[in-house]
């Protein structure tokens, strides 16, 4: 067993403007953490410390959720008509995303600026104004202060000083982007433009299918994982295991080592993809690439195929899967297309919210192969749930183990990306190497 000697750490606090109002928003540049922790210099060993240590959890959010990063929360079509919400979240912190009478979006932090008290208290809905129930102070659905009860007092006693501004009250606002139906947040100062923070890669991929036809909103799904949510974008990049513990997936030739495949983390690292070419033909295909996988159910049928045979809807023919770090997950596999929202709870808790959505102008059989499907990845399916388990019982064992090095050698132990195979952790030391550089560690 080796590792470093566990240093305590201390936390430097988050800076606050006056009045308590408005958090400063950190650049990406981690804060004056002290010592975590040894990590050697390579990219192919990774401390089981960081799973567990709370100081690094915190210093995440800041780097990561609260800096210059462009963050996933929702679907235009999840706000539909003037005047309506939905709760979402920035990290550990939530806001609300609202359209407005003029059907501008915003996204605010749910957090009255009197005390503290959320002002948004359901997942969804209507509403001109946001009304904090402690003592009504009114937001407009852009953050502003509208008013608050006895600001003059009554009968000539009490209220609130004669210079008390309400425009310096307002709620936390976010920077705001809507690309393609996707609504897109940041409480950095200067984050880059969208297109740049996503690169030509991904922006190619997410503008293949989110290319601006309405979309419609079909369904949710939420889980929570027992576990770090570095697992979980673990998991994403981790192909090895796809072919291996999905049986499903490689029974009915969905995924599996030899499907015709291409990944890369681009960006230094920062997001991830995976795009390969499904055919019916691989399915029945038995050569090297699964004489090993000692579970594949050769000859397996189901009473209802229509699940593992999607219609072709693009020209390409490609099922493409990609990560825009840190807040999400795009599946557009086969005819399911879902938003997976990453939404850490705290070090050894995280939330998967999944959106499941089509177009607007779907056939209802279209509509109904994408429901369908849907349960094939969604929490109680075939793949998140064995995802789900073996990420809650590795936080476990690592929780008890926080000294211990993990290899990442499959592969080899550089990074050669983008990668046509599967059997390799490249796009996880890559991960690494890029949480590294960010993280100052
Ligand atoms: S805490 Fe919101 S009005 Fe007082
Ligand atoms: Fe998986």
């Given at each position: 067993m080796r590792g470093g000697q566990l240093l305590a750490a201390s936390l430097v606090p988050t800076p606050y403007l006056t009045r308590g109002?408005?958090?400063?928003?950190?650049?990406?540049?981690?804060?004056?953490?002290?010592?975590?922790?040894?990590?050697?210099?390579?990219?192919?060993?990774?401390?089981?410390?960081?799973?567990?240590?709370?100081?690094l959890f915190d210093r995440e959010m800041e780097v990561f959720f609260g800096g210059n990063t462009w963050n996933y929360v929702g679907l235009e079509c999840e706000v539909p008509e003037p005047n309506s919400f939905k709760r979402s979240w920035i990290g550990t912190t939530q806001v609300v995303v609202t359209r407005d009478a003029g059907n501008q979006i915003h996204v605010v932090e749910n957090r009255c600026t009197h005390r503290g008290t959320p002002v948004c208290w359901k997942q969804r809905g209507d509403a001109s104004s946001l009304v904090c129930p402690y003592h009504q102070w009114t937001f407009g659905l852009d953050g502003?202060?509208?008013?608050?009860?006895?600001?003059?007092?009554?009968?000539?006693?009490?209220?609130?000083?004669?210079?008390?501004?309400?425009?310096?009250?307002?709620?936390?606002?976010?920077?705001?982007?809507?690309?393609?139906?996707?609504?897109?947040?940041?409480?950095?100062?200067?984050?880059?433009?969208?297109?740049?923070?996503?690169?030509?890669e991904i922006l190619s991929l997410y503008d293949r299918f989110l290319n601006g036809r309405p979309l419609k909103l079909l369904g949710y799904s939420r889980q929570i994982l027992p576990n770090n949510w570095k697992l979980y974008h673990e998991n994403l990049r981790d192909l090895y295991h796809a072919a291996i513990l999905h049986t499903f997936l490689v029974t009915y030739g969905l995924y599996r080592a030899d499907v015709e495949h291409l990944n890369d983390t681009p960006e230094n690292g920062r997001h991830e993809y995976g795009k390969s070419i499904f055919?019916?033909?691989?399915?029945?295909?038995?050569?090297?690439?699964?004489?090993?996988?000692?579970?594949?159910?050769?000859?397996?049928?189901?009473?209802?195929?229509?699940?593992?045979?999607p219609e072709i809807e693009f020209d390409d023919g490609l099922t493409s899967n990609?990560?825009?770090?840190?807040?999400?997950?795009?599946?557009?596999?086969?005819?399911?297309?879902?938003?997976?929202?990453?939404?850490?709870?705290?070090?050894?808790?995280?939330?998967?919210?999944?959106t499941q959505f089509g177009y607007a102008d779907d056939s209802s059989e279209l509509e109904m192969a994408r429901l369908k499907q849907a349960n094939l990845v969604g929490p109680a399916g075939y793949i998140s749930a064995e995802d789900g388990e073996v990420l809650a019982l590795i936080q476990t064992n690592v929780e008890r183990h926080p000294d211990v090095l993990q290899p990442l050698e499959m592969g080899g132990r550089d990074i050669n990306l983008p990668s046509d195979n599967m059997l390799n952790e490249d796009l996880l030391r890559s991960f690494y190497r890029f949480y590294r550089r960010e993280m100052g560690l």
């Open positions: 109002m408005i958090m400063t928003n950190v650049d990406t540049k981690p804060s004056n953490y002290s010592t975590f922790p040894s990590w050697p210099e390579n990219n192919h060993e990774i401390p089981t410390w960081i799973y567990s240590n709370e100081q502003k202060l509208l008013g608050l009860p006895f600001i003059r007092g009554a009968f000539g006693k009490g209220g609130m000083p004669k210079d008390f501004d309400k425009s310096s009250h307002g709620l936390r606002a976010a920077k705001v982007v809507v690309r393609g139906g996707g609504i897109w947040a940041s409480f950095g100062e200067s984050p880059p433009p969208l297109e740049d923070y996503f690169g030509p055919s019916k033909k691989t399915r029945d295909q038995v050569n090297e690439a699964v004489h090993e996988m000692t579970l594949r159910r050769e000859g397996q049928i189901l009473n209802e195929m229509s699940m593992v045979e990609f990560n825009v770090f840190p807040s999400v997950h795009i599946q557009q596999h086969g005819n399911i297309f879902s938003m997976r929202h990453i939404i850490p709870k705290d070090v050894r808790s995280m939330e998967l919210a999944w």
